[in-house]
Nanobody
Framework: QVQLVESGGGSVQAGGSLRLSCAASGSTFSITETHWYRQRSGKQRELVAYILSGGNTNYAESVKGRFTISRDNAKNTVYLQMNSLKPEDTAVYYC????????WGQGTQVTVSS
């Protein structure tokens, strides 16, 4: 079992930055991938970025160059640094891991005003 707790969401003006955190506990040794998803109002959940156990990362085209996913293994925490935020980044952001089944966090709201 893996438990995930997201934090760091909030309200920011366009052009601002936020850093989301996803802290894992439990059977963290079994985590192979960590993903950040978001769900905008009225839209399907979409993949934003992921990081593999080996450190490889990948990003959605809409966030490339603005968002950075990183990991602190000592803290069992994955971060999503979000810069140059746009109103269309407004969403609930979810952390998910494969360990090997999928586990999800509760989500954190990000609101970007113009």
């Amino acid at each position: 079992q893996v438990q995930l707790v997201e934090s760091g969401g909030g309200s920011v003006q366009a052009g601002g930055s936020l850093r989301l955190s996803c802290a894992a506990s439990g059977s963290t040794f079994s985590i192979t991938e960590t993903h950040w998803y978001r769900q905008r109002s009225g839209k399907q959940r979409e993949l934003v970025a992921y990081i593999l156990s080996g450190g490889n990362t990948n990003y959605a085209e809409s966030v490339k160059g603005r968002f950075t996913i990183s990991r602190d293994n000592a803290k069992n925490t994955v971060y999503l640094q979000m810069n140059s935020l746009k109103p269309e980044d407004t969403a609930v952001y979810y952390c998910a891991v494969l360990a090997p089944r999928a586990y999800w966090g509760q989500g954190t709201q990000v609101t970007v005003s113009s």
